[in-house]
């Protein structure tokens, strides 16, 4: 299926195997939180045609968690692909892990809490099992054993295809897979980690050797930085109203140290004839280890932006500019809600 939009032609959306999984998905994920609703004007109506228009341009691949409006984006992807009716064309995943109530039940990577929510899950989404479940975030206070052997049950059970990580330290992960393979539980197959021109150093320095030496397949979220690689909100301009980071008290610090690495990144764009969204993808589909970037767009013609990030390859020299001004790339790291800490590293120190 392909797409003609602005400033790219034509295009087809790619197929990865994802993984040593046997499942093909499309190199660019659609990520359902839909930050935009309601916080900026978005209604349920954009959400849903926006998952149809991603759909429409082949996108195959769905990312949603059961935190993601404490449930609500599950159920409207649910009823979305229900109406659609081609969830055997889809590769759909969901992640359990994070607070989903007030009671100290209602959250964690405990046995109980994860067999019950995929069961709620599956119910909000419609369906029979999903592809990919994956643990939303460490729980400290749980045996990663605990947490595995659930995940294995879920497997057993027909519940989901595959599991997978999001967010746990290395260490956490080898202990995952060194479990896996003694107790005989299913292989966590698929990671999922912040990564993005601003955001290089962990999943650079960490995640993706493991995914290399180890064979998973890596989905990657926030590829255009909550908006910041788009080239619309730049230091020491006035930022739109309805913009994430219009009227925010870290808008400043942030835009200052994104400046260097959005600059570079507009002129790429410009020679090229794309949009800095678009190049910013780019660069991430241009490391074969990303299995696929997950987009967050609100509506559909954000969609129709995205997709022209591929069916093109991003110039050597074009890549080679953005990987020197990017080379302190980190951290920009969301942290509920709000901004961790953030440092200029000095190049080479934490990002190849």
């Not at 229900?82 to 994070?98: A, D, M, P, S």
């Not at 967010?167 to 479990?179: K, T």
């Not at 390859?313 to 001004?325: F, Q």
């Amino acid at each position: 299926m392909s797409v003609t939009d602005g400033p790219h032609e034509a295009v087809a959306v790619e197929y990865r195997q994802l993984g040593t999984t046997c499942i093909r998905a499309s190199a660019l994920c659609l990520g359902v939180a839909f930050r935009g609703h309601p916080a900026r004007g978005r209604t349920e109506a954009d959400c849903a045609a926006t998952i149809e228009r991603a759909v429409e341009l082949g996108i195959n691949f769905i990312d949603c968690a059961n935190v993601y409006g404490r449930g609500w984006r599950e159920d409207l992807l649910g009823r979305t692909v229900k109406r659609l009716g081609n969830r055997h064309e889809l590769v759909i995943t969901t992640k359990v892990g994070q607070e989903m109530g007030d009671a100290p039940s209602e959250r964690g990577l405990s046995r109980g809490h994860i067999l019950q929510e995929i069961d709620n899950s599956l119910r909000r989404l419609r369906l029979d099992y999903v592809d990919i479940y994956l643990m939303h975030q460490a729980d400290t206070t749980v045996p990663l054993e605990e947490s595995l052997q659930a995940m294995d049950d879920v497997v057993r059970q027909g519940k989901a295809r595959h599991v997978g990580v999001s967010n746990h330290d290395a260490a956490e992960v080898v202990e995952l897979l060194w479990a896996a393979e003694r107790e005989r539980f299913a292989r966590p197959a698929m990671l999922q980690y912040q990564y993005s021109l601003l955001h290089r150093w962990h999943t650079e320095t960490d995640i993706i050797p493991l995914c290399e030496r180890h064979g998973l397949g890596l989905m990657t979220y926030s590829p255009v930085a909550i908006g910041l690689l788009t080239g619309q909100v730049r230091a020491g301009r006035r930022i739109p109203a309805g913009n994430y980071w219009h009227g925010r008290a870290d808008a400043g610090r942030v835009l200052g140290y994104a400046e260097p690495i959005i600059a570079v990144l507009v002129d790429v764009a410009r020679e090229l004839g794309k949009t800095p969204a678009q190049v910013a993808v780019a660069w991430l589909l241009a490391n074969p280890a990303v299995s696929a970037p997950i987009l967050g767009p609100d509506r559909p013609e954000h969609v129709d932006e995205l997709v022209g990030a591929v069916g093109w390859r991003l110039p050597p020299e074009s890549k080679a500019a953005l990987d020197e001004v990017s080379a302190g790339g980190g951290p920009f790291e969301m942290n509920r809600g709000g901004l961790r800490g953030m440092r200029r590293r000095a190049p080479g120190s934490g990002a190849r």
